[in-house]
């Protein structure tokens, strides 16, 4: 049995931020309060208990979790036991765009002039202002 490991209930907060999803209890009750967490597709409340074979479904900075509980553990465990506690069934992450390198201006150029300023946002393909 792993410490904090327990034949009860254990909160579906408790729980997220046990296994790792998030960096802390309290943001994961935020979650939660925001509606940012589902368990077998109904909004939870952060007391809300969890039990094994519960999908749970979290979004945090714009990408969705889903997991499987798989053992209930209400104690933060290191990261390679907080993987055996569910099944990670979550979309692949999006490739990230290759963002365009940021205009460089050498050091001690001054304030850009209305040019220069035109000239960078057309580089940056912002939209004209008319």
């Known amino acids: ?20 999803l998030t960096k802390t209890r309290s943001a994961a009750g935020t979650a939660c309060r925001a509606g940012h967490v589902r368990v077998n597709g109904d909004r939870a409340k952060p007391a809300q208990p969890v039990r094994v074979g519960d999908e749970v479904r979290v979004r945090l900075a ?19 036991a907080a993987a055996e506690c569910y099944v990670d069934n979550s979309p692949p992450e999006p490739p990230r765009e290759h963002v365009a390198a940021a205009a460089v ?19 940056q393909g912002a939209p004209r202002a008319r």
């Open 1 to 20: 049995m792993a410490s904090g490991e327990g034949s009860g209930p254990v909160r579906v907060d408790s729980w997220i931020w046990s296994v790792r």
């Open 62 to 80: 714009g990408r969705e979790r889903v997991v499987v509980v798989s053992r209930l553990i209400s104690k933060r465990v290191g990261a390679p």
């Open 105 to 123: 201006r050498d050091r001690g150029t001054g304030r850009p002039t209305k040019r220069d300023r035109r000239d960078l946002e057309r580089l």
